[in-house]
């Protein structure tokens, strides 16, 4: 949203003359299109770098941004996000030639440097991922949000826009994940590294639907989000999650069609930029209102040009993955740009670069063939990479053109590599830079090796032998390593549990290290069900639920001994089937997600018991369960620490 002053509109009135001036702007636009007011005998690149701000000691989410900002308020490139652990740094636009790349790469390098320095002193570290390996739930609690009216006002207008009751995750990868929210700030998971290429109005047609194109390939080998809340999923999990974290959606019985307003797109593109912004007008409704408004035909008419706001908050509030800008350049010449959001953040600065380079260099290259791409590939096939992109990343197997099929990989070596490097030629890129970054996602083609893939791999290695909040934390911190030694990630090696040196469970909350694949019981089940599902289980602890999923009680290992060892004293004078609800502890003491592990352990030993139930809100809904052995673990890791410590 960049420096616009927003609001949520206080009347109908309001809403309508902003609405007045949306619709001069896409006229103004219109004009200035058809009478070439605009920039277009230079093209220039530039970037935005969002990063995650994590605590020095837990590598969980340091929610300090405010704090960094008035500590280098001096840097006009510097702003926050919207959640407290997230900043941007804002790349200054180069002419794109020559040593552009690497001035790109360097400048990402020196604002990052110094706003490490700053956070060092605060207990902190800065990391460049698509998501945050240990993001919690409740990190993204409305408290979170940055304190600043333009946040807000996003959120109360989504929330605003929203026909269910709450905001949904559904994903499934390896693991899954299914969890509602109360605020679309779930959006704050993601990270980017965003991309923008400036364009003539006579080839954004083309370019445009080029960057389409492109967008599967260069997501695939650039994938790096795979870790939501500790559950493997997609590759490039931002991907769904964005657009799930904003979909104001619902489920209905009928087949209305709704788009979600982070898409992809419907279509090739076909007459000008006008098309996507005439769609986006059309298809969502308007969110948010500037509070300085101007009359852009007015503007047009006094021969000056428009700024366009209104367009441009509307638009700041549709989430395409190629998105068309509007912008004023230095010498107050229009102009018009495709920024790439696709692209995360990491897993180093150079990755990310090279991510840009190839990105840049095979739009330009695949322009030769931009008459010709809308025939030789048809949209439901891009769409349908874009899709599996997301999900397999470099495992991917892509449709191409004349209907072959290529794998990731090889489409990436064999076929665009080659155009990529055609195309930053034909910019006249320093030759030792092109090699320089195309050389990284070629090694990171031949060893399979995406940040990805390294995350999954990583995780799933550390899993074996720890909890996964500590597997987690050590991920973290491994990224963290790396990254400052400004390494790509196709020479990373995979962490072990002893490379992070002070981890400190003590911290924890219940939900971090609470069993959530629960086996469970209902009251009118039989006691014999229980006593041989918790004999196969080999678990002491039953919870019992009603068909809700509200706790109701809990057997243990020592009430079916007890009942077990009466039953036979009786000597089968009785002929009666015992129920869960005959025996259950009703009354059983739990805990919340929120609860620190300190208080859980409190609780189990002053009241002598080895679980407690985890249960949330008022209807005590069941969600999770802790046990004496999760606790022992966590122990145990502690004395291995300390033993290897000496």
């Not at 826009?161 to 390896?174: H, P, R, T, V, Y």
């Not at 953040?345 to 260099?361: E, H, K, M, R």
């Not at 990284?440 to 999954?456: D, F, N, P, S, Y």
């Not at 909350?509 to 086996?519: G, H, K, S």
Request: with cysteine; glycine share 4%.
């Amino acid at each position: 949203m960049g420096e616009q002053k927003v609001s949520l509109a206080k009347s109908t009135n309001e809403m309508q003359a902003f609405v007045k001036n949306l619709l001069k702007d896409v006229r103004a636009l219109e004009y200035m299109l058809d009478n070439d007011w605009f920039e277009s005998d230079i093209v220039r690149i530039g970037a935005e770098q969002e990063m995650c701000l994590v605590d020095s000691k837990t590598f969980k989410p340091a929610k300090i941004n405010m704090d960094v900002i008035k500590k280098m308020k001096d840097y006009s490139w510097l702003d926050t996000e919207l959640a407290q652990f997230n900043l941007e740094t804002n790349m200054t636009p180069h002419e794109f030639k020559g040593n552009a790349l690497r001035m790109m790469e360097d400048e990402n390098l020196e604002y990052i440097g110094k706003i490490r320095q700053v956070v060092k002193k605060m207990g902190a570290y800065v990391i460049l991922t698509g998501i945050l390996p240990t993001l919690r739930k409740t990190d993204l609690d409305i408290e979170n949000l940055t304190p600043k009216p333009r946040y807000l006002a996003l959120m109360n207008a989504l929330n605003s826009q929203l026909l269910g009751s709450a905001f949904e995750l559904n994903l499934n990868g390896i693991d899954e994940l299914h969890i509602k929210h109360d605020s679309p700030l779930l959006e704050a998971c993601n990270t980017s590294f965003q991309v923008h290429l400036q364009v003539a109005p006579k080839d954004f047609v083309c370019l445009y639907n080029i960057a389409q194109t492109l967008t599967a390939p260069v997501m695939a080998i650039a994938a790096n989000s795979p870790l939501v809340f500790g559950k493997r999923l997609w590759h490039e999990t931002r991907i769904a999650l964005f657009q799930q974290s904003l979909d104001t959606r619902t489920s209905h019985d009928h087949l209305r069609e709704r788009s979600p307003r982070v898409n992809f797109g419907n279509g090739w593109l076909n007459g000008s930029i006008l098309e996507i912004y005439k769609e986006d007008i059309a298809r969502f409704r308007v969110l948010m209102t500037a509070d300085e408004l101007e009359d852009s035909l007015l503007s047009i008419a006094e021969g000056k040009v428009p700024k366009l706001k209104a367009l441009q908050v509307h638009n700041s509030t549709v989430y395409r993955w190629n998105r068309p800008c509007y912008g004023i350049s230095a010498n107050g010449k229009p102009h018009l740009r495709i920024e790439n959001r696709v692209l995360p953040a990491g897993p180093s600065v150079i990755d990310a670069v090279a991510n840009a380079a190839f990105w840049l260099g095979a739009v330009v290259g695949m322009k030769k063939n931009c008459e010709d791409i809308c025939q030789r590939l048809s949209w439901e096939d891009v769409r349908d990479n874009f899709l599996k992109a997301a999900r397999y990343g470099i495992d991917s197997k892509f449709n191409w053109y004349d209907d072959k099929k290529f794998s990731a990989t090889d489409l990436i070596v064999q076929e665009l590599i080659p155009i990529a490097r055609e195309g930053l030629q034909e910019r006249n890129i320093d030759s030792t830079d092109i090699d320089r970054y195309l050389g990284v996602i070629e090694e990171r083609a031949k060893a399979h090796m995406t940040g990805a893939r390294w995350q999954l791999r990583a995780f799933t290695k550390l899993k074996q032998s720890i909890t996964t909040d500590e597997a987690t934390a050590v991920l973290t911190a491994c990224i963290v390593k790396n990254q400052e030694k400004e390494m790509p990630v196709h020479t990373w090696k995979l962490p072990d549990p002893g490379d992070l040196e002070d981890y400190v469970p003590s911290r924890l909350r219940v939900e971090e290290f609470m069993t959530t694949d629960l086996i469970t019981v209902q009251p009118d089940d039989i006691i014999d069900l229980v006593a041989e599902m918790m004999n196969w289980r080999k678990v002491r602890y039953m919870p019992v639920e009603d068909s809700k999923g509200r706790l109701m009680g809990l057997v243990t290992s020592r009430l079916l001994l007890r009942h077990y060892s009466r039953q036979g004293r009786l000597n089968g004078l009785q002929d009666t089937t015992t129920i869960v609800k005959d025996i259950m502890i009703e009354n059983t003491v739990t805990v919340s997600p929120k609860t620190s592990i300190m208080e859980a352990m409190t609780l189990m030993r002053d009241n002598m018991i080895g679980c407690l139930p985890v249960v949330q809100g008022s209807e005590k809904e069941l969600v999770g369960i802790i046990t004496e052995m999760d606790f022992l673990r966590v122990s145990a890791r502690l004395m291995e620490r300390l033993e290897a410590q000496k």
